[in-house]
């Protein structure tokens, strides 16, 4: 089983709907969850950070860690065109040199 | 506020070949790491550093070397380049306890014929 598992997509829904992007991880000891945003031909860019379990909410998205399930969720509201790009989850378990493992990403498409 | 600088943006090489990418960040980040990008395989950790003078190999070190020239400064060198070396390279730096997670650069889309 790998440590970080994601859909990779594609997901193309209309512009205005709600997304719901996924992962699930193995490592119990991750602490620390993280989505990146990356449009074609550019780095990944951190979108949200959260610490532990719970929910945080920024604008139009929001994360959910549900470390019971090992299960992280990104909500997009209001769903823009702007919005397309590959969503990348990534964890890691807060030690001073561990590193941050990735999800392969999900390819997001908003038709307008 | 450049944040994380890779030069150059595009390579094209011949198989044999050699090479050096460049990576400079400067936020003052302790930890600075190289990636390459396939389609279907997500990122993968080539090397990293994570401080001055120290670096360590990641998932798919083989065909690479990395120079911690500096803080600023970690170079990725491939001395014989293959066309499996074909791929979308990333640089990345983080604060020591990552509080703010990495920043990547651009990226490098290097094609080896």
């Known amino acids: 089983q790998k440590e970080v598992e994601q859909d990779p997509g594609p997901l193309s829904v209309p512009e205005g709907a709600i997304v719901s992007l996924n992962c699930t991880y193995s490592?119990?000891?991750?602490?620390?969850f993280m989505w990146y945003r990356q449009y074609s031909r550019k780095g990944p860019e951190l979108l949200m950070y959260t610490y532990s379990s719970g929910n945080k909410e920024d604008g139009r998205f929001t994360a959910q860690v549900d470390k019971s399930s090992k299960y992280i969720s990104l909500f997009i509201r209001d769903s823009q065109p702007s919005d397309s790009a590959t969503y990348l989850c990534a964890m890691s378990e807060g030690n001073r040199d561990d590193k941050i493992i990735f999800g392969k990403g999900t390819r997001l498409h908003i038709l307008p | 506020n450049a944040g994380v600088t890779q030069t150059p943006k595009f390579q094209v090489l011949k198989t044999g070949q050699s090479m050096t990418l460049q990576c400079a960040q400067d936020m003052n980040h302790n930890s600075m790491y190289w990636y390459r990008q396939d389609p279907g395989m997500g990122l993968r950790l080539i090397y990293y550093s994570a401080s001055e003078g120290t670096t360590d190999k990641g998932e798919v070190p083989n065909g690479y070397n990395v120079s911690r020239l500096n803080k600023r400064e970690f170079s990725l060198r491939l001395e014989s380049a293959a066309p499996s070396q074909t791929s979308v390279y990333f640089c990345?730096?983080?604060?020591?306890?990552?509080?703010?997670?990495?920043?990547f650069g651009s990226g490098t889309r290097l094609t080896v014929v």
């Open positions: 490592n119990s000891a991750f602490q620390y």
């Open positions: 990345a730096s983080s604060s020591r306890d990552r509080i703010d997670g990495y920043t």
